[in-house]
């Protein structure tokens, strides 16, 4: 018995519907999301309704005034950088990263340097970090 052998067509598998449908889902989704303006929301900060009396000794105090300048632990830093803030909190503290950290800012202080003081003491490993707000008026 000789066998011969049939040539099979290669199966092709069409792509064209596929994209037509993710493209149909990629304007719906454009379409129907919305955007919020932020710029729109009227804040005035910082204010809390309690404020917390249980506040440890062995904090470290970063206080940024109006102006954009740090003081660590009452002490003013030289230069109001990233670098200079986060090289005083190292010295401060003394590889125990559980030390609390107390942001205290005032309210007319650009929210980069917050960000800033955050920002550093997130790169140092802190771990307990809290912003001071003042009581609000009942």
Do not use: C
Request: glycine share 2%.
């Amino acid at each position: 018995m000789k066998f011969k052998r049939q040539s099979r067509e290669e199966l092709e598998l069409n792509l064209t519907p596929l994209i037509d449908v993710v493209f149909l889902l990629l304007i719906f989704f454009m379409v129907s999301t919305t955007f919020q303006k932020e710029s729109q929301i009227s804040l005035q900060l910082p204010k809390a309704s309690e404020s917390s009396s249980d506040a440890p000794t062995d904090n470290i105090e970063v206080v940024i005034n109006a102006a954009g300048r740090f003081y660590v632990n009452d002490q003013e830093l030289v230069k109001s950088d990233a670098e200079s803030l986060q090289a005083a909190l190292f010295k401060l503290i003394d590889g125990n990263r559980d030390i609390p950290l107390t942001i205290r800012a005032d309210a007319q202080t650009p929210h980069q340097a917050v960000v800033m003081a955050m920002d550093a003491a997130g790169q140092l490993g802190m771990l307990r970090m809290s912003i001071a707000t003042s009581q609000a008026p009942k």
